[in-house]
């Protein structure tokens, strides 16, 4: 029989790990980034919709961890541990980053997803998680998909087609 | 807990009239530029979480056509005119009388982009002063940009400011249209998202009482 493959679905500012034969995707990424983080011959993967570069930025007491990039990422490593995912086997692909629109107005918000990228990054490779993969930047909205089974993360934009990495 | 889930039904209803004063100033203008009737809906505010924002406009991946402002002074906050491509389409034909414009097929004519920067820069604009007028607040609002992309990618844009507060969002919607449903007609939707900090003062200068 086959199995068949599950679309699991990532909000904003969400995160959700899966295993073979599903497919995770989130939609609709501007200046957020996706991360996915995976064990590929365990077939084990997560991906976060991250939406802010730090966790120190929040004004408020209660944290949403899977909102900010170094959050995100200690959070996604911690869950693929906990199902059995190896460390050193753990890579990573990213997409997204983007900024919408060009402002002359220098507010730092508005360059967000600059800082996004580098944030997600940073967090990275202070982690040793290697990055494979990148598409980031640009100003275009970004639709990831990433097949748990071929490693593949499928890249959909309205304007500039679509590319796998 | 954050301010957001607190807010009290006369102040909700307070965020309605600034929408409805707001967007009566937007449909006036368009109306004249035009040269036509356009109607307005009663507007809703929403507190929505930031998923549920993305399904006003039809979900994350719908393509929408918006024109994004952000607004400094005061009461800083963001604010969108959003509406379909084929809408956008519309409004080329009916101000340039040439049927030819399309966003189906990259590079979009500058012309027609130029027509919809304008249009999004009259409609903000007459929304803002109205609204600047009605609360006595200095409200500058930026240059306004135009983009054609995913709402997901678009909206989140705005939210970025209050979602280092809060994963929740009040957007003060309103719609202009033409009156009829006919798919041909002009519609739009204004979407104003104020930051957090900016609700106090915008209670403030209209007297309705804080918490």
Redesign the interface.
């Given at each position: 029989m086959n199995a068949v493959n599950q679309v699991v679905k990532v909000g904003i500012a969400d995160l959700k790990i899966a295993t073979t034969p599903d497919i995770l995707r989130t939609t609709g990424l501007g200046s957020c980034v996706g991360v996915v983080i995976y064990d590929l011959p365990l077939k084990l993967a997560g991906m976060a919709h991250v939406m802010l570069p730090d966790s120190t930025l929040t004004r408020t007491g209660e944290l949403n961890k899977m909102k900010y990039a170094d959050t995100a990422i200690d959070m996604l490593m911690e869950k693929l541990i906990a199902q059995g995912a190896r460390k050193f086997a753990l890579k990573a692909k990213i997409a997204g980053g983007a900024q919408m629109f060009s402002f002359s107005t220098s507010s730092d918000m508005m360059r967000v997803g600059t800082r996004n990228v580098e944030a997600v990054i940073t967090r990275l490779k202070d982690s040793r998680i290697p990055i494979v993969a990148q598409e980031v930047g640009g100003n275009n909205g970004r639709t990831i998909e990433f097949s748990i089974d071929t490693g593949k993360l499928k890249i959909r934009t309205v304007n500039m087609g679509e590319s796998e990495i | 807990m954050?301010f957001i889930e607190n807010l009290s039904n006369y102040q909700l209803d307070t965020l309605k009239e600034i929408g409805n004063i707001g967007a009566g100033n937007a449909a006036t203008a368009l109306s004249k530029l035009l040269d036509r009737k356009i109607d307005m809906k009663t507007p809703s505010v929403r507190i929505t979480s930031?998923?549920e924002t993305?399904e006003m406009v039809g979900?994350?991946?719908t393509?929408i056509v918006s024109v994004?402002l952000?607004i400094?002074g005061e009461a800083p906050g963001s604010m969108f005119y959003v509406f379909s491509p084929e809408q956008a389409e519309q409004f080329v034909h009916q101000i340039t009388g040439n049927e030819e414009f399309s966003f189906a097929n990259?590079p979009y004519p500058e012309m027609g982009l130029s027509i919809l920067h304008e249009i999004g820069n009259i409609l903000a604009g007459s929304y803002l002063t109205a609204l600047s007028d009605f609360t006595l607040i200095n409200m500058q609002p930026?240059?306004p940009?135009l983009?054609?992309?995913?709402?997901?990618?678009?909206i989140?844009?705005g939210?970025?400011?209050l979602?280092?507060?809060?994963?929740y969002a009040i957007i003060i919607d309103t719609t202009i249209q033409e009156p009829g449903a006919d798919k041909q007609n002009i519609q739009g939707h204004f979407f104003l998202l104020p930051d957090?900090e900016s609700f106090e003062k915008i209670f403030a200068a209209l007297g309705v009482d804080g918490q």
């Open positions: - | 954050s930031f998923d993305m979900g994350a991946e393509v994004f952000r400094e990259p930026s240059v940009s983009t054609m992309d995913m709402a997901g990618a678009i989140s844009e939210l970025m400011e979602s280092r507060e809060s994963d957090p």
